[in-house]
């Protein structure tokens, strides 16, 4: 069974950058869509991001469009969030999840990734951005 594990969390200042990387430990991620997710305190599970591997398609959610970048490494089977310019706002949990569906990952490309379509999950990282 897949399993991911995210990593790379941390205090950061505001402004500064992080790259979380989701791995996936003896896994091809060849034929999955990788969804970046975030949890702050007392808040449901919103979709950041996702990544289909098959063609490289992705998906940003509009606060975090043009500060954080999706990547794969495949020889690592890896995919990175790399976050520039963070706030205090984007203090949370990262998840990272996969999913197999053809359907649900054109979703998530094209919608955003949402949690009732993933299949498998990490189990976190956190992020907490403050001076």
């Known amino acids: 069974q897949l399993q991911l594990v995210e990593s790379g969390g941390g205090l950061v200042q505001p402004g500064g950058p992080l790259r979380l990387p989701c791995a996936a430990p003896?896994?091809?991620?060849?034929?999955?869509?990788i969804g970046w997710f975030r949890q702050a305190p007392a808040t449901e599970r919103e979709g950041v991001s996702c990544?289909?591997?098959?063609?490289?398609?992705?998906y940003y959610e509009d606060s975090v469009k043009g500060r954080f970048t999706i990547s794969r490494d495949n020889a690592k089977n890896t995919v990175y969030l790399q976050m520039n310019s963070l706030k205090p706002e984007d203090t949370a949990v990262y998840y990272c999840?996969?999913?197999?569906?053809?359907?649900?990952?054109?979703?998530?490309?094209?919608?955003?990734?949402?949690?009732?379509?993933?299949?498998?999950w990490g189990k976190g990282t956190l992020v907490t951005v403050s001076s």
């Open positions: 999840a996969a999913v197999s569906s053809a359907p649900v990952q054109a979703m998530c490309v094209m919608y955003g990734p949402r949690t009732y379509g993933m299949e498998y």
């Open positions: 003896g896994f091809t991620l060849d034929y999955y869509a």
């Open positions: 990544f289909r591997s098959s063609d490289g398609s992705i």
